[in-house]
């Protein structure tokens, strides 16, 4: 399994990644905006969909990976929300007993279940508020 850290941003996402690219070297493996989601039940509005929804930059066995917030989905940044830990286990069922057991006695923010990328993908922050990303790729 891998522990790969998630940083969110308030409409710097963009600027700070390309900062860490400069120190850190490599290529994004992913660059999305929200203005790329599938519509859904709450539109995106305008003025959000340039904002990054995923970006992530390979610095060795590491993923370091980020996002904006998004006033309109329900996130605002407030210090102390802008880290995650994204565990990315080697099956659906770890990732679900993962959910599951750091889920205890914290909040599941978003269950466990596939995403319009592929990926079966949760968040939760568990008794002690530590944020917590679960993400498992079939591929």
């Given at each position: 399994?891998?522990?790969?850290?998630?940083?969110?941003?308030?409409?710097?996402?963009?600027?700070?990644?390309n900062?860490?690219k400069?120190?850190f070297?490599?290529?994004?493996?992913?660059?999305?905006?929200f203005?790329?989601?599938?519509?859904?039940?709450?539109?995106?509005?305008e003025?959000?969909?340039?904002?990054?929804?995923?970006?992530?930059?390979?610095?060795?066995?590491t993923?370091?990976m980020?996002t904006?917030?998004?006033?309109a989905?329900?996130?605002?940044?407030?210090?102390?929300?802008?880290?995650?830990?994204s565990?990315?286990?080697?099956?659906?069922?770890?990732?679900?007993?993962?959910?599951t057991?750091?889920g205890?006695?914290?909040?599941?923010?978003?269950?466990?279940?596939?995403m319009?990328?592929?990926?079966?993908?949760?968040?939760?922050?568990?008794k002690?508020g530590?944020?917590?990303?679960?993400?498992?790729?079939?591929k």
């Amino acid at each position: 399994m891998k522990i790969n850290p998630y940083l969110n941003f308030d409409g710097q996402t963009e600027e700070a990644f390309n900062f860490y690219k400069s120190i850190f070297g490599g290529e994004f493996s992913m660059l999305q905006r929200f203005k790329e989601m599938p519509a859904g039940e709450q539109p995106m509005p305008e003025d959000e969909g340039e904002r990054i929804m995923h970006v992530s930059l390979p610095i060795g066995e590491t993923v370091l990976m980020g996002t904006d917030t998004s006033e309109a989905s329900g996130m605002k940044l407030n210090v102390g929300n802008n880290v995650y830990l994204s565990l990315h286990p080697d099956t659906k069922e770890e990732g679900e007993r993962l959910m599951t057991a750091l889920g205890e006695g914290g909040k599941i923010e978003m269950p466990f279940e596939k995403m319009f990328w592929g990926a079966y993908f949760g968040s939760l922050v568990d008794k002690f508020g530590v944020q917590w990303m679960v993400n498992f790729d079939e591929k």
